[in-house]
């Protein structure tokens, strides 16, 4: 398995991504303000108890927004950093590595926005986990779209999952614009497969948590 520890926080575009989502970060940060939440630990530590009962966090009910959007701050940047990769290596070309810079870019931009709005907060902002992906992913472009072609649905799932968690409708609309644009992604990634059509999904698949966590540990986000 191929390690990254820290890529990702300088990555390419991300000045023009953080000026792009600055407003949008303040208006994200305000609403939450405005709702009393800051100022939580980090949900996915699970040193805590959900609703008291001494297990790990099962559901999304209950961490509150600000736990949600480090867990799905961490989960940007695990994308990101993955096609900042495989658009550093020079695994794809082309239009293909247009399409993976642009993705690269909002990605980037994403966590961006969720990294201003928790510091407006007095939340934390996670530190960049050390990545692990599989040994010759960014050697060869099959492996590396199919592995997007994976990231992808999961990244949409986890926010279609926590948003009925979600407690401030504002915070909600701003995931939701995330959430189309992940789907945005997905079909870019699939358009580069080859598969046809690549708008096929009709209804989009909500994950729950512990889907989710199983799904991103082996890259590193235990």
Known sequence: MSRVRGVGAAGIGREVSRRNFLKTAAWAGAALSAAGIGGVGFATRYAGAQ?????????????GDAAILQFAYQLEL????FYQMGADMGTVSGNA???????????FAHADALAATL???????PATPEFTY?????????????????????????YQGAAPALES??????????????C????????????DPPNNVAFEEALPLPQVQ????????G
């Open 119 to 125: 510091q407006q907060l007095g939340a934390e902002v």
């Open 169 to 182: 409708k504002e915070i909600l609309g701003a995931a939701l614009s995330i959430h189309n644009s992940e």
């Open 97 to 107: 590595l247009a399409q993976v810079e642009a993705i690269r870019d909002h990605e």
């Open 214 to 221: 199983e799904a991103v540990a082996p890259f590193g986000l």
């Open 134 to 158: 599989p040994d010759g992913v960014f050697e060869d472009p099959a492996s590396f779209l199919d592995l997007a072609n994976t990231f992808e649905p999961v990244g949409i799932g986890a």
């Open 184 to 195: 945005e992604h997905w079909n870019g990634i699939k358009i580069l497969l080859g598969i």
């Open 51 to 63: 609703e008291g009962g001494g297990a790990p966090f099962e559901t999304y009910q209950g961490l």
């Open 78 to 81: 695990l994308e990101g950093t």
